[in-house]
T-cell receptor, first 115, second 112 residues
Framework: SAVISQKPSRDICQRGTSLTIQCQVDSQVTMMFWYRQQPGQSLTLIATANQGSEATYESGFVIDKFPISRPNLTFSTLTVSNMSPEDSSIYLC????????????FGPGTRLTVT | AQSVTQPDIHITVSEGASLELRCNYSYGATPYLFWYVQSPGQGLQLLLK??????LVQGIKGFEAEFKRSQSSFNLRKPSVHWSDAAEYFC??????????FGTGTRLLVSP
């Protein structure tokens, strides 16, 4: 497995502002992922972030709203831009480990509240 | 449509009793299958996984799951539940694109 940390662990933000969430892994990994978990809901994949290439976004998520950086094999950021109360969620990063397929291991999450 | 279904939103089990959480998937081919647990205020922890081979897989914390191809199911079981098992449980599948699709989750409550 891997040890994954996220910063901040939680934040309260005003609508119209942006927040950047950091994800740090204790080993080099090729694949990193960002998920959103809305209150009382399951997890939805936002995007896949591979080092050296543009992030790949899932349907319903766009780069202007959720820009992602992946500067190296141990770090990624997700920015939630121009926030509205509907963006209040837990945001989780995960890493893919494995040879034949990727088991995903998750960070502790960032709980975001937009007022 | 491709989906992952966890039909039970909540389940209450007495401590020491057995547990079975249901998961069904709808994909053309057998996907990779996972169970995760999310305790209050915690991230997700991988309990177990199925890729191929033996259809009964063992995981951490005394959990096991059985893959049944004919039923497109991957149910999670534990013979004796402990109070610390109270949490949200998510079934997830990777249909081969290295992306996880999660079920809606089952909240387990453990009564004394």
């Amino acid at each position: 497995s891997a040890v994954i940390s996220q910063k901040p662990s939680r934040d309260i933000c005003q609508r119209g502002t942006s927040l950047t969430i950091q994800c740090q892994v204790d080993s080099q990994v090729t694949m990193m992922f960002w998920y959103r978990q809305q209150p009382g809901q399951s997890l939805t994949l936002i995007a896949t972030a591979n080092q050296g290439s543009e992030a790949t976004y899932e349907s319903g998520f766009v780069i202007d709203k959720f820009p992602i950086s992946r500067p190296n094999l141990t770090f990624s950021t997700l920015t939630v831009s121009n926030m509205s109360p509907e963006d209040s969620s837990i945001y989780l990063c995960s890493v893919g480990l494995g040879q034949e397929t990727y088991e995903q291991y998750f960070g502790p999450g960032t709980r975001l509240t937009v007022t | 449509a491709q989906s992952v279904t966890q039909p039970d939103i909540h389940i209450t089990v007495s401590e020491g009793a057995s547990l079975e959480l249901r998961c069904n998937y709808s994909y053309g081919a057998t996907p990779y299958l996972f169970w995760y647990v999310q305790s209050p205020g915690q991230g997700l922890q991988l309990l177990l996984k199925y890729f191929s081979g033996d259809t009964l897989v063992q995981g951490i914390k005394g959990f096991e799951a059985e893959f049944k191809r004919s039923q497109s199911s991957f149910n999670l079981r534990k013979p004796s539940v402990h109070w610390s098992d109270a949490a949200e449980y998510f079934c997830a599948v990777d249909p081969g694109f290295q992306k996880l699709v999660f079920g809606t989750g089952t909240r387990l409550l453990v009564s004394p």
